[in-house]
């Protein structure tokens, strides 16, 4: 069997029927994926069911440092979400199929809304660290397409990525930031395989590119969600200044303590956000 019929549609059809007997509940308004140092958001969720990734059909293990590794399902500013504390990542040597995989399961259990975030480089000469960046765009610089391969039951073959993200959605998102007084920029999310952060040289050719940002994520989801008719918007938490760009050498450990800096912004404004849907 093909990674996209391992991880395809009768797969997250019978990963859904799993995790349903276990929330029950409500089907969820929204899906919410949940990048790194960015978990702390399942705490604001309102009667939890936690089911820890290993137990999901399909799911492996989340193995990166600052991804919990759960799915939470409960209620967000009064609306019924189910969110993934975690993801899985390509550079973990995950296919391209698998790190789409939790979209369709989200779209099995009701979500038509995907929201998405991420850590993420700041290519952009005017960001600084705890920037939130609303994602306007992406540049898929991973080369790999998790629609690869035959032709999943409810998938569009050839999707429109002319508007990857929703535009009413991220009007939304904007209009909830104002009245809550969080600045939110906005730009183009780079996504490279990873696992190495980008050299100085890197840096210069994805800002000649377009992009705004750069991380090791996200794209894959978002490809899964279009094709299969959900609706995505996303924020990039700037958590530090791209090679070349920082004065000092990048780690992951700065974008843990970056992420918590900026944890109640972030997690105000998504509760907020989920809350209006």
């Not at 409960?74 to 390509?90: C, D, E, I, Q």
């Amino acid at each position: 069997m093909s990674a996209g019929g391992m991880f395809g549609a009768a797969a997250a059809a019978r990963a859904a029927e799993v995790v349903r007997a276990r929330i029950g509940g409500a089907t969820p308004v929204a899906g919410v994926i949940l990048g790194s140092g960015l978990g702390g958001l399942a705490a604001r969720i309102a009667n939890p069911v936690a089911i820890p990734f290993a137990e999901v059909p399909g799911f492996p293990t989340a193995t990166v440092v600052g991804h919990a590794g759960k799915l939470i399902a409960g209620t967000l500013g009064g609306r019924p979400v189910v969110a993934l504390a975690g993801r899985f990542h390509m550079y973990e040597g995950h296919p391209a199929p698998l790190a789409g995989f939790p979209v369709r399961v989200l779209h099995a259990l009701g979500a038509r809304v995907l929201f998405v975030s991420n850590a993420a480089g700041g290519i952009r000469r005017t960001f600084r660290a705890g920037d939130l960046m609303l994602i306007r765009d992406h540049l898929n610089l991973m080369f790999q397409n998790p629609l690869v391969g035959a032709l999943e039951p409810g998938d569009i073959r050839f999707p429109d990525m002319s508007e990857p993200y929703d535009p009413s959605l991220c009007e939304s998102l904007r209009a909830h930031a104002a009245a809550l007084g969080i600045p939110l920029q906005e730009g183009v999310y780079g996504a490279l395989l990873g696992p190495t952060y980008e050299t100085p040289s890197e840096v210069r050719m994805l800002a000649t590119l377009g992009a705004d940002a750069v991380g090791m994520s996200t794209v894959p989801e978002v490809i899964v969600a279009r094709a299969i008719g959900m609706r995505v918007a996303g924020i990039s938490c700037i958590t530090n200044l791209a090679s070349g760009i920082s004065p000092h050498a990048l780690s992951h450990a700065e974008v843990l303590e970056t992420t918590t800096l900026v944890a109640e912004r972030f997690e105000s404004l998504v509760e907020r956000f989920v809350g209006g849907l």
